[in-house]
């Protein structure tokens, strides 16, 4: 995997954040003060913000991450992905997360800010770095949050009509609920993709599903889909397979 600008600017803030900070906190912290999660999915096919990545195949994901009490976290996702006609990001991508999860005050808000980069094993000239920010907030059953996500000008986001790299913008809100003396929970999700990422004109995305959960093991069902429509779409017959609505099944495991 070649560094690109992208991958170093975020390999360079990493160590800044991370080995600064969460590293030094657990030599002296408490082994309790550190956590360590992870999880594998199998999914009936990949779905970024609306858009498959996978062609509509089958897809694997893992997750590890390791948290702070005082709210530091950091963590990578490893993806499959598959070629797809108009969505192609080559056969893996590697996503490298970090972040800080803290109280705003006594409010009972949450705010999430953190940076997150896209790594893929045979299409480097994609690797893109996002900032984020989002506020969540946890009522009863109910988990509300919403957030956006900033690409910064970068080589893979294209260049506007003035020459300029442009950048992208990706505005989501949702919810999950959790059916009190149940293993099940309703989940929805809504997002806007404006900027290099958004392939045919900016549109929106969504995903709406029923899950359920025992001990380690999770099955979620979701509808998920984009209003990305043919008469838009600059390949009508591929960006329109892979923006169109699909159901997407999910089997998981945490660790």
């Not at 404006?194 to 995903?207: E, F, S």
């Amino acid at each position: 995997m070649i560094l690109t600008k992208p991958c170093a600017t975020l390999l360079i803030a990493l160590g800044a954040l991370t080995p600064g900070v969460v590293l030094a906190d657990a030599a002296t912290a408490a082994p309790s003060s550190l956590s360590l999660a992870g999880s594998a999915e199998l999914l009936s096919q990949y779905r970024f913000r609306g858009l498959s990545r996978s062609d509509g195949q089958p897809a694997v994901q893992g997750d590890l991450s390791v948290s702070h009490t005082n709210g530091l976290y950091a963590g990578v996702t490893l993806s499959s992905t598959t070629p797809g006609p108009a969505v192609d990001f080559g056969h893996g991508e590697m996503d490298i997360y970090a972040g800080y999860d803290h109280a705003v005050g006594s409010s009972g808000l949450m705010i999430d800010l953190g940076l997150r980069g896209y790594l893929y094993a045979d299409r480097a000239s994609a690797d893109i770095v996002e900032l984020n920010a989002a506020l969540h907030r946890q009522i009863g059953p109910i988990d509300l949050r919403a957030g956006v996500a900033w690409a910064p000008p970068q080589a893979h986001l294209g260049r506007s009509a003035a020459g300029g790299l442009r950048d992208n913008v990706y505005a989501y809100a949702e919810a999950r609920a959790d059916i009190p003396g149940t293993p099940l929970y309703l989940h929805a999700h809504a997002g806007h993709t404006a900027g290099g990422l958004d392939y045919t004109g900016p549109y929106w995305d969504y995903r709406l599903g029923l899950g359920a959960s025992h001990k380690a093991l999770g099955v979620d069902l979701s509808l998920v889909g984009t209003d990305v429509s043919h008469a838009r779409a600059l390949y009508a017959q591929d960006t329109g397979r892979a923006a169109r609505s699909a159901g997407v099944v999910t089997v998981s495991y945490q660790f």
